[in-house]
């Protein structure tokens, strides 16, 4: 069964950090790389982050590089999202996601869960 529930998302101001959890079945996240994407507002969900299935490769967005870090957890089947220096172009709703393969492609992306929002005040 494919699970993602995030947590963690709130109001902050500008500056401020935050760390964002995704809680994944097992299924859907042993073996699989995973990614953070967002939506803000009246635009179409955006790539923020990925990582591979066993943590070694990251990769980034270009306007979160520098201030976000991605990070899993296998033994919990977690993924994190720790954000610094939130901006408030960084407002959206944060979506934890799946990947079908163990490195991340676009064409591999195939679900996600709820997501959570992320406000930043200026």
């Known amino acids: 069964q494919v699970q993602l529930v995030e947590s963690g998302g709130g109001l902050v101001q500008d500056g401020a950090s935050l760390r964002l959890s995704c809680a994944a079945s097992?299924?859907?996240?042993?073996?699989?790389?995973m990614a953070w994407l967002r939506q803000a507002p009246g635009t179409e969900r955006s790539f923020v982050a990925a990582?591979?299935?066993?943590?070694?490769?990251?990769y980034y967005g270009d306007s979160v590089q520098d201030r976000f870090t991605i990070a899993r957890d296998n033994a919990k089947n977690s993924l994190y999202l720790h954000m610094k220096k939130l901006r408030p172009e960084d407002t959206a709703v944060y979506y934890c996601?799946?990947?079908?393969?163990?490195?991340?492609?676009?064409?591999?992306?195939?679900?996600w869960g709820q997501g959570t929002l992320v406000t930043v005040s200026s």
């Open positions: 996601a799946a990947y079908k393969t163990e490195y991340p492609s676009d064409e591999a992306l195939y679900t």
């Open positions: 097992r299924s859907t996240f042993d073996g699989h790389a």
């Open positions: 990582i591979d299935w066993s943590g070694g490769n990251v």
